[in-house]
């Protein structure tokens, strides 16, 4: 079964950074967008990046200028480096992957989860 797979989660200070990766099993990953949501307790899951098969990105308001989304297709894996974090955007961090080569805001544009790694953020 092909298998998205989040590391690099972990508590930090604020102001502090993480780099998240996302490994895709999938044998197709060059060619399709992928992305980014997280979800904080008692809140939906929200839109945080996407990157289409050509390195084009998008970013929530909340994240931009602060977040960078960037993959290598070469290992199969999408990143997301998280620099000057708040404590809002503590939350359970999913990648995904679309059945598109473009990148997209809506999570129900995707159709492969990962399971999540949580990032806590401490003031």
């Known amino acids: 079964q092909v298998q998205l797979l989040e590391s690099g989660g972990g508590l930090v200070q604020a102001g502090g950074s993480l780099r998240l990766s996302c490994a895709d099993s999938?044998?197709?990953?060059?060619?399709?967008?992928m992305g980014w949501f997280r979800q904080a307790p008692g809140k939906e899951r929200e839109f945080v990046s996407s990157i289409s098969w050509n390195g084009e990105t998008l970013y929530a308001l909340s994240v931009k200028d602060r977040f960078t989304i960037s993959r290598d297709d070469a290992k199969n894996t999408m990143y997301l480096q998280m620099n000057s974090l708040k404590p809002e955007d503590t939350a359970t961090y999913y990648c995904a992957a679309r059945s598109a080569p473009w990148a997209a805001s809506g999570s129900g544009d995707y159709t492969r989860w990962g399971q999540g790694t949580q990032v806590t953020v401490s003031s």
């Open positions: 999938g044998l197709t990953f060059s060619g399709y967008g």
